[in-house]
């Protein structure tokens, strides 16, 4: 009925708005179609082709827009595709290989770190070096990351 489920992304950069794609290749009928992007197991869109004037197999493209954020970095993002021939045939689900999102940087909402590291000193040398929350609400924005497979950069 189809023969493949794929999402795509692209390179994040700051905290606008960005595209999902998701493309169902060579499906029929498509008017029994349902493609459902989702970020974990939140659902960010779902679409339906009940008004699809094509008789034959057809690409199907599918986006929806999200705007990343911090709590979003390591989630998965998904695509589900649904073909349903029922009651004259059978249910056939699919689902594309999870694309992790990347997000880093510093962003204006972002919840304030709750304490401080003190600065290195001859009194405290060695220093350990310390990760600490980035700055809030202060510099402008800034995020960078990217979309690959698990296990990718």
């Not at 990343?68 to 699919?94: K, M, V, Y």
């Amino acid at each position: 009925p189809f023969s493949s489920t794929r999402v795509y992304g692209i390179q994040l950069t700051d905290l606008r708005a960005y595209n999902v794609t998701c493309r169902v290749l060579n499906v029929a009928p498509v008017t029994h179609l349902t493609v459902t992007l989702r970020r974990g197991g939140e659902t960010l869109h779902t679409e339906t082709f009940q008004s699809h004037t094509g008789t034959g197999p057809d690409n199907i493209t599918v986006i929806t827009e999200i705007t990343p954020q911090r709590r979003d970095h390591g989630q998965e993002i998904t695509c589900h595709t649904a073909l349903d021939l029922t009651p004259h045939g059978s249910h056939f689900e699919n689902s594309s290989s999870a694309v992790e999102l990347k997000v880093y940087g510093e962003f204006p909402h972002a919840p304030c770190a709750r304490h401080t590291v003190p600065p290195c000193t001859r009194d405290t040398a060695p220093c350990a070096r310390h990760t600490v929350p980035p700055r809030c609400g202060t510099g402008p924005r800034a995020a960078s990351g990217s979309w690959g497979k698990r296990g990718q950069s």
